[in-house]
Every structure is written in structure tokens, then in C-alpha cells.
């Protein structure tokens, strides 16, 4: 992999949590891997007052946490590449002191401009921010690049998202916008990709002929956790479907790019956002399902209800699990049905595709009840990520007995070699200058506009009922009858959970 010019990471939010266990990790992952640039440094900032050894020992601690590789002598050449400086990113009086450090910073290292602003802090700073940075000048390119890397959500519907953008694009041109979406850098979306593009096999049947319909999961076996005030403002909705879950439709769903370059690519994926048909309000209720997790025992331990959970309101309405049905309008997925659900307290932590192929014309076997006989390709996106291909097998004996077998392909034994977190890749691209795995703003909007009648229908129609469903269940039992064919049902991935409360098997 090529390695990037010369530059400088400037990090906003730098003592939260993100920066903690994600971003710091992963900028020393590629410094392991050799994949930073020869010349580099982290420029840390956020409003609590330390010095540059108070806030080193602190990543030092996080490195310990959160980081796989543990060399100390490593560790220590990394942690001298970062510095810190106090800012308050809302006040413009703080930025000139930003921009004297950050030149210093060049002086020594003898680079040029180059700059990549991350801004790991609330959204509400998403628009503060880079406006404060034009201020400075910091947003120029005539002594190097600059980027900015925005973090989830963009917006916090379709008005909201719109304003954001139209107040970056004053001081900021496009491909300066980096808008992360961290499934994007997973490697097994990415392989999505490979999988439809580099065989023969898949693509002619990937299309209204021989789909039947097509389910994509994501789910986790953990609550809010400690995020119940962002958490409250946002739901499964926002937090997971608008982002992450339409990602991987737009993979899925998208025609051939005519190149692997970044628009080619994106280009692909915001037609897809854009034929998706419309959910009109009033069929919300008919076509998106939301729950809520309630109290209950999870393999001999308690665990508390949404509603009971810190900086929750007891009366909330906010969705920990959402499931829908839509359908994409063009010539190749007219009339397939594709359903999504998310949620948080599930079985299991697992996010996969599975492409429900439709059943042989005609049985001259015995029919199943449920379509077991149907073939399915269940891409599993995490964890153990892999490829599982279901088919029917004559079971050995007399007469003609079908079962349906696994052929089943795991990336851990294509090599031994790690799969690289989605932070580390997309970090790396923003280096390079390539945008192709980060969301395109027109991309960004066509997902909320898809999203915007839903969040109304929630909003303005108090009889559209917040399922509860126990902690460590599938969810409300009503998303099941999104699907409507009497012969299907959701996959589980894991429905008989072993007491451990590990991944079983598909
Ligand atoms: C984040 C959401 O974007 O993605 C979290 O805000 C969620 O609520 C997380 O837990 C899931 O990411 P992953 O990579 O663990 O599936």
C-alpha cells in the first residue's frame, strides 16, 4: 500500500471517548504497519486544560486498553509524534493559537500545509468548526491539502443535514469533505465489492429473476451503555439505518461502477438511495416496525429496561430496534422486497446479507414448509466474516430426501493476516486523498429523504406503537410479519444461543 505525503493530523474531541479507543489505536496500527507517512504528527485538541505529558500519558493509557500491538518501544516512538493544545472549538479566539502551534509544528518537521482536520466532537461542533478554521485561513490549499473528516451523524434529519452542508460548502469545497461512516471501511463490505464484481457466477443472477428478496441485519447483543443522552436524540433510525444499513444496501444494490475511482463508485451507490421508493407516512405503520428493550434476564444476569437506563426519559418513545420493508424502483430490483432491522439487546452481535434466492419452479421434491429449499448467500459482515452459500444435497439412502447444506468460506482462512479495523483503513484513505469509502453529501441526503417521512410518522402519529421486546430477544415479534410470504421469515443467525452467549453457528 502506498505510503502518504507529509502531513498533519489535527484531532477535535480529542479527550473523548472515540479518540480513545478507536482513532488513537488505529493511527499506532498504521504506524506498526508502516503505513504513516515519513513525516507526521497528531495535533490533539479539545477544552480541558493538560499539557502535553498529562495528555500522552493518558493515550498511553488508552493504547494499553484498546491497542492489539503492546510494544513498549513502539509505543513510545508513536506517543512522541502527538501534542496537545487546549482549545474551545466554539470560540474563534481559540483557533489563532491552534494555527501558531500547528505551524511550529511544520517548522520542525520541515512539511509542508498538509492537514487533515478530524472532528470526533458533538455534531453540534460539525458546523462550528470548520467555519472556525476558514477563519484562520486553515481551509486554503495554496501550501498543501487541507480535509476535514466529519464523524456520524451528518445531521440529525433532512433540514438539519442540508444546513450542514450548505454551511461547510462556503468555506469548503467537496473533496475536501471527508463524512466517515465506519461500516464503509470494513473490510466485508468492501468485499461486497469483490464478491459481485470479480465472479462470473453471482452477477447475472443478482436481480428481480432469481432474487426473491433481500435481508441485512444488524445487530447487537449490548444496550445504550453509557450514550443515553445521544442516545435519546437519536434511535436505531439515525444512529444505524440511515448510515451504516443503507451503506451496505447501496453495495449490494448497485449496478457495475465503469471504474473502481471514488465517484464511479459513489455515483453507483446514490442511485441506488435515489430509486428507493418512498415511504409515504401513512404506510409507516404497515412498513416500519420500531421496539424498545425491556427489562429482563440475560443468561442469569439483570439488565435494565431502555426506559430505566441513565439520561433516558421514563416515558421515551426512541426506538433501540428498527425494521423495514422497502423497494428499490429500477430495472433490476423491480418488485424484490428488501428488509432491514437493527437494535440494540439482541441475542447476538452480528451484522450480515443474506440474498434469498427464489425457490425452482417446480418441486419434484418434497416441499419444505418454511423455504429451506430456497438457496440463500449469507454474506456475514461481522464478526467472523465470511461467505455462506446454503444449497440443497441429496441425503444419502433411499428416495430422493433434500437437506440443505453450508458451503461456508471465513476470511480467517484465507490468511493469517489480521483484518485491518475500519478506522485504520479509512484513516489511511483520508491521507491519500481518497474519498471512495466515505459518504458523498448527495449520498448523505437521498438517505435522509428516504428516512424524513418515517421520522415524521413517529414524530406526529402517537398511535404508531413502540413494541417493547425483553433484552436479549430478536425483537418484537410484529417485525416478523413484515415478511409476507407465509413460506419466509427472517434469518437468525443465531436463534439457538449456547449458554456462553457466543456466535454460534449460522
Ligand atoms: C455506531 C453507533 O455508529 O456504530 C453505535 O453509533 C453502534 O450505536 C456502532 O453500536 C456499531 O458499530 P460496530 O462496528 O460495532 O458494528
Redesign the pocket.
Known sequence: MNRPENCILVIFGATGDLTKRKLIPAIFALEIQNLLPEKFAILCTSRPDLNDEEFKKLMCESLDKYSEHADPEKVESFINKISYQPVDAKNPDDYPSLLKKLQSLRKELSINGNTIFYLSTPPSLYGVIPQNLAKINCNKQDDGWKRVIIE?PFGYDLESALELNKSLNKNWKEHQLYRID??LG?ESVQNLLVTRFSNGIFEPLWNRNYVHHVEIT?A?S?GIEK?GGYYERSGALR??IQ??LLQIVGFIAMEPPSSMDSNSIRNETVKVFQSIRPIKEDEVINQVIRGQYLASTIRGEKVRGYREEEGVDPNSKTETFAALKFYIDNWRWGGVPFYIRTGKHLPT?V?EAVIHFKPTPHYLFAKKDICESCNQLIIRI?PDEGILLKFGMKLPGAGFQVENVNMDFHYSDLCNQRIPT?YERLIHDSMLGDSTLYARGDAVMAAWKFLEPVMKAWQNNPDIPVYGYPAGTWGPETADNLIEDPTMEWHYPCKNLSDDGKFCEL
Do not use: G, L, V
Open positions: 456520524k465506519h461500516y470494513k444488524s447487537e449490548i450514550r444512529d444505524m448510515n451504516h452481535k451484522t461481522q475500519a
